[in-house]
């Protein structure tokens, strides 16, 4: 294959990731005529065939990044020669590409993003991944986490707020949320490779103006690690709260995506069945070493008689203090429309769920990393 050739495959590649090609030129240029248009056009990745430049590879690499903006080098060749590879990497690219392109230019994409992310840092803030565990069926934690993503976004008043149903046994979110659910988180990793802005809403679909639901479909499975970092990676650079609804009990499912989360609210309630099965939840966390420091504990459906019992109760009983107490309050929530979602902030249960996202949002990243050293 020649080199034209080559560089159509990879043309070719990148239009699958819907990456923007901004421009082509030869190589065997003049090295400051191609910094020039490097220096004019910004882009984030530029590939090149090292074997075809006019100077060594050190010099030229050299030349085109001595600019401001320095765009990443990836060496291309048709074939996987281990002395063009190793002169490549030794002159300062950082990948190497040679036929067959697919899937050697996808995955080299995803290690280039992790790269590209280090230097946006300093720039934003990534967003913070709240992990929400029910202990077990029926403590309402689906609930919580719709209306939670919700007074999230209403008391911080900036960034975005993405709801994400990871729960493929039930899902329900989007039930909560009166949507459908054609569409949503089983594709977003299917397409994890070409995510950007301008096709994200392909999977989304808007709650209110600024919070978005990514759904779920039953019984489709557990995604491959790398498919949940790079879709992870994705959402914490484009929302300010991720909420992820990770469904019941702790399983293989779930427990693939607990290595994204940021905190983990374990929703319980006040009867033995829950009790016990929040033990078992937080003794398998601790057996396989989630720190607790990241952990939660939230009281859904209680009951107000024994309220002050139950909570000194249960911090004693897990040697965890309880985060926030929502009540049982099932009128206020079967009240609510059955066509559009609706917050239900003057109710005793929306006035508490306002007050555990203030609470979230006071503590902040900080506060999290101060009491987890």
Known sequence: MSSDELADELTSALKEMNAT??????????????????????????????SSVPVGANEWIG??????????????????DPVEMISALRAGAAEFISLPVRPAVFEAMDRIAIQMESKQTTQAAPGRVLGILSAKGGCGATTLACHLAV??????????????????????????????AETGISEAFEAVRRLNVGCWNEFVKPVTPRVDMLCATPGSGSPEPWRIESLFRFVKRH??????????????????????????????????LALYQTRAVLQMLTNRGFDKSRVRLILNRN???PQDFWIESIEQMFDMSVLAVLPHDTSTLNRLPKEDFEFPANSAYGRAVSKLAAKILREGPETTKKRAA
């Open 239 to 272: 929302y300010a709260w991720i909420l992820a609804d990770l469904g019941r009990h702790l399983n293989p499912s779930n427990w693939t995506f607990l290595a994204s989360v940021d905190e983990l609210l374990v929703v319980t309630a006040p009867d033995v």
């Open 63 to 80: 030349i085109i990044r001595s600019g401001s903006d320095m765009p990443l080098i990836v060496a291309v060749h048709p074939s996987a």
């Open 21 to 50: 090609s901004e421009f082509r030129i030869s190589p065997a240029l003049p090295p400051f005529e191609v910094a020039s248009q490097v220096q004019r056009t910004k882009p984030d990745v530029l590939f090149v065939e090292l």
């Open 151 to 180: 007074a999230i976004q209403a008391a911080s008043g900036e960034g975005r707020v993405l709801m994400t149903d990871l729960d493929h046994q039930t899902p329900a979110a989007h039930r909560v949320y009166r949507s459908s």
């Open 303 to 305: 009951q107000n008689s």
